[in-house]
């Protein structure tokens, strides 16, 4: 019950953000990218929203797939669940950022069924590399379709596994023949894993008031939990979405943020909670325990993985509070290098110089506190001019 309410409420927070939007910062970060195709013989459109502060960060993003993206709802959706980076009360992991890019179909029917292999390498060998190329993404990727576009996902993973980490395949229309042919491969690929395999990722779902797509999704649902509760190491993680009270058309409002909601949380994406629970604590080495934890991470991800700037912030803090000067200080400047649009990086780089007595290079890290402030987004100006009023009050504060 617990569970449910906090998806119901993860569900409407996400709804709200995709009504009000997003601030734009430094270059817009809405692109629509042109891509003149050889495999399709004709132009597409695809929407890219890259995260916030995109321009000024220096990590690297999944990347999320949205068929039909030329329906606006389900692309605002899309780029409102991968904000949702809340880490309060239950949540001790926060939903990565991600570049969404939203691929425009043309007729349907044709892309997602006739046409399916031609738009499939149109997306693997012309869209995907152009995105790699152009932006800082990471090989981690997720494939979302609705109705047609989930029956052209759910195929397309079983016939090129390696393509996409994730899918979400929502309201898939499957008509029998379909619905056998992808249980046969999703069966067959869920019992072949291995325990060094990379985990992947799986949702379906399909709302109460479509009957025989439902029923044709407790099929598939359930035949892929009788394979994986015969394995002794599972490397698949499958999830059905609840959709109670929605009809084909609404059933994605609920599915696309619970869906990536379930692909990026915790159980697959945090740290061991050995080693999450000694470093809260701040027990033993915090670095040495970030690292094997980050190590893995990526093994059962299947790829290098980067520590969050929360967990580097956390080993900052840990050797601050030992008065460790020298570790504070290497550790401090490694999460500004990598996290430069983060407040906190600055700031911490701040307490490190001064527990080191470097009391001008304290100065120009609040400095570049507050200039880092103009840059990045903020959700309202009181928020920027609360925490600029403290900066400047440090500044003061440490004046020579």
Request: glycine residues 6%.
């Amino acid at each position: 019950m617990m569970r449910r309410l906090r998806d119901v409420r993860f569900t409407l927070a996400v709804g709200l953000l995709a009504i009000v939007g997003f601030p734009s910062v430094g270059d817009a970060q809405a692109r629509v990218l042109r891509i003149a195709s050889t495999v399709l013989n004709e132009t597409r459109a695809v929407h890219v929203q890259l995260p916030p502060n995109y321009a000024m960060a220096r990590q690297r993003y999944p990347v999320v797939v949205l068929l039909d993206g030329q329906v606006r709802a389900f692309f605002d959706l899309a780029v409102a669940s991968t904000n949702y980076n809340l880490t309060g009360d239950a949540y001790r992991f926060a939903m990565p950022p991600q570049i969404v890019i939203g691929v425009e179909q043309g007729e349907r029917s044709i892309d997602l069924a006739r046409n399916a292999d031609a738009f499939y390498r149109f997306l693997t060998t012309e869209v995907l590399p152009r995105i790699d190329r152009e932006y800082r993404t990471m090989p981690f990727r997720t494939l979302i379709g609705h109705s047609l576009g989930a029956r052209f996902a759910l195929t397309m993973m079983c016939r090129t596994p390696t393509e996409f980490s994730a899918i979400i395949a929502i309201s898939g229309a499957l008509p029998d023949s379909s619905r056998d042919e992808s249980t046969r491969c999703l069966s067959s690929a869920a019992g072949g894993g291995t325990s060094t395999a990379p985990l992947r990722h799986l949702v379906i779902s399909g709302g109460s008031l479509e009957p025989r797509t439902m029923a044709s999704t407790d099929r598939l649902f359930a035949t892929l939990r009788g394979q994986l509760s015969a394995q002794a190491a599972p490397t698949w993680r499958i999830h059905r979405v609840d959709a109670t009270g929605l009809e084909h058309t609404g059933a994605p409002l609920v599915s696309i943020p619970m869906g990536l909601r379930f692909v990026f949380d915790g159980e697959a994406w945090d740290l061991p909670p050995s080693i999450a629970d000694s470093l809260r604590e701040r027990l033993g080495n915090p670095d040495a325990l970030l690292a094997a934890g980050v190590a893995t991470v990526s093994a059962r991800i299947g790829q290098p993985v980067a520590p969050t700037a929360a967990w580097m912030a956390t080993v900052v803090r840990t050797w601050l509070a030992r008065r460790d000067a020298r570790a504070a200080l290497t550790a401090a400047e490694r999460l500004v290098r990598d996290y430069p649009e983060q407040m906190d990086s600055h700031t911490l780089l701040a307490d490190a110089r001064q527990l080191s007595g470097d009391l001008d290079g304290t100065r120009k890290a609040i400095t570049a506190a507050l200039d880092l402030s103009n840059r990045i987004a903020w959700h309202d100006e009181r928020q920027k001019g609360a925490v600029q009023a403290f900066l400047r009050r440090s500044l003061a504060e440490r004046a020579p």
